[in-house]
């Protein structure tokens, strides 16, 4: 690139989940924008899995996309027997103590380097305290925030909320308090507040000095940013949610989910996947197919896995079951080699694609928001149970709002429970075409919202505009 006229420095929160829709935000706007830098300053170990691993299958970064690695690490136990909470902390902690410091030494330097100057930084919104460093170069800072936009005004509104919640500790009815917080906090009227995370909903302290940052900072500090890029669609959120948020920021952006494409759009051929999981469901008969996934931060308990593989196997179900390889040993004994003819269980698998692949009739999934929209391209209705994080809000939107999903009775997977819902889903009952319907209608919304005259188009090129100009 000759001459780039300016750069805008790009951090993410390094977390699993976080990472991918800010590369792929930073991608579109690369592709928009060919006379700036985009500088992505990550860890070491997450830049390896991002761009380097042998998973990889995206398309090289376009040419003005530079990748830095900083000095901070997160260290993830992959077998981990401790509570995820308590992992969160043990491996974000040193990685916050020394973050701020080690991604403006990497910016400087590499301004250093390139001689171009940093007009914009592009932050993932926990990360937003970072904005200091744009205090100190004098530029614009923007703030993506990746998770559901229900969880914001919890973290917006702290302020409002504290007072509440020390009523709940003392002996106020939970849900007289509950109901004042949907009374009188903009935004919750639409949001069970029960469904928020413990580290929300409660005046408990932060498990380390560092999470303040990652709560009570992010509240105060996203106001003060020039835009906020939500990673969801306006059409999709409450109108008194949006309201709320509008009147919050200097500019709402909604640009649509970061990890989907719209149409989808699957290889050439499915023997470029290198998982073999395209291959598979290529030889399956459309939407009999059951695709698994908890994420990778959680996972279900080893009594879960094993009822879940009975009900595969019992009822021969086609299905791609994405679990980590520590994780197998919780399987039936033989269970993998004797359903290989119609079955995969892999450490990874190329979520996108296999949930826009004909063959797949439903999606069993804990409600990560991204995963939610992935099905939502791929018409697949979702049999979920939540885990942690923003997963609870996501649900119940999914089986509430949009009518898409249904859960787990109960909130443990048995087997009787997993061959009735499947039953439902891939079979010819009357509630699973309902279900099929009805999230057709949902991505037909997305359809009209991304084409060349919808909002997210027109709310992306307002994004690109912003950063581009100094």
């Known amino acids: ?159 409002l909320l504290v007072p509440l919640l020390k ?27 029960a469904d928020l995370t413990n580290r929300l909903r409660t005046l408990d302290p932060a498990p380390s000095i560092y999470f303040p940052m990652l709560r009570d900072e992010v509240g105060h500090l996203l106001p003060c940013a020039n835009a906020i890029v939500m990673n969801s669609y306006e059409e999709l959120s409450p109108a008194p949610l949006t309201s709320a948020l509008r009147s919050s920021f200097r500019l709402l952006l909604h640009v649509g989910c970061l990890t989907v494409r719209i149409p989808p759009s699957l290889p050439a051929s499915s023997r470029l996947d290198q998982t073999g999981c395209l291959e598979l469901l290529d030889k399956q008969k459309p939407r009999s197919a059951v695709y698994i996934s908890f994420g990778t931060l959680t996972s279900l308990t080893p009594e879960e896995m094993y009822m879940l593989s009975e009900a595969l196997e019992e009822n021969r179900t086609p299905s791609i079951w994405s679990i980590k390889d520590h994780l197998k040993v919780h399987l039936p004994l033989g ?37 939610v929209f992935e099905s939502i391209v791929g018409e697949v209705p979702m049999i979920w149970k939540p885990m942690w994080a923003d997963n609870m809000i996501n649900a119940r939107t999914v089986e509430d709002v949009w009518g898409i999903g249904v859960r ?50 027109k709310d992306f090129k307002s994004l690109v505009e912003l950063i581009s100009t100094e």
């Open 1 to 159: 690139m000759m001459n780039p006229k300016s750069q805008v420095a790009v951090i993410p929160f390094s977390v699993t989940g976080h990472l991918l829709p800010l590369v792929n935000l930073v991608r579109r706007l690369a592709a928009d924008a060919p006379d700036v830098i985009f500088s992505f300053f990550n860890t070491v170990s997450s830049n390896k899995t991002l761009f380097y691993s042998s998973n990889n299958q995206a398309e090289p970064l376009p040419s003005n996309v530079k990748v830095y690695d900083i000095a901070a690490t997160v260290t993830w136990e992959e077998e981990t027997t401790k509570e995820l909470k308590s992992q969160m902390v043990e491996a974000l902690e040193p990685f916050l103590e020394v973050a701020m410091a080690s991604f403006e030494d990497a910016i400087n330097a590499v301004v250093k380097e390139n001689g171009v100057r940093v007009s914009c930084l592009l932050i993932d919104g926990l990360m937003a305290f970072s904005c200091k460093i744009a205090e100190k170069l004098q530029a614009k800072w923007v703030a993506v925030w990746v998770p559901t936009p229900s969880i914001l005004p919890a973290y917006i509104y702290r302020d």
């Open 167 to 193: 009523e709940m500790e003392g002996e106020a009815s939970c849900v007289d308090i509950s109901q004042k917080i949907k009374d009188l906090v903009p935004g919750f009227s639409t949001i069970h507040f």
């Open 335 to 371: 269970f993998v080699e004797r359903t290989s003819s119609y079955g995969k269980v892999v450490p990874w698998a190329p979520q996108s694609q296999v949930l826009s692949h004909p063959s797949i009739g439903a999606h069993i999934t804990h409600c990560g928001y991204n995963a």
């Open 408 to 457: 787990v009775v109960g909130s443990i997977i048995t087997k009787d429970e997993m061959l009735t819902c499947l039953k439902m889903l891939l079979g010819d009952e009357e509630r699973g075409k309902e279900l099929k319907a009805k999230i057709k209608a949902v991505k037909e919304v997305l359809m009209e919202v991304v084409g060349p005259n919808g909002s997210a188009s």
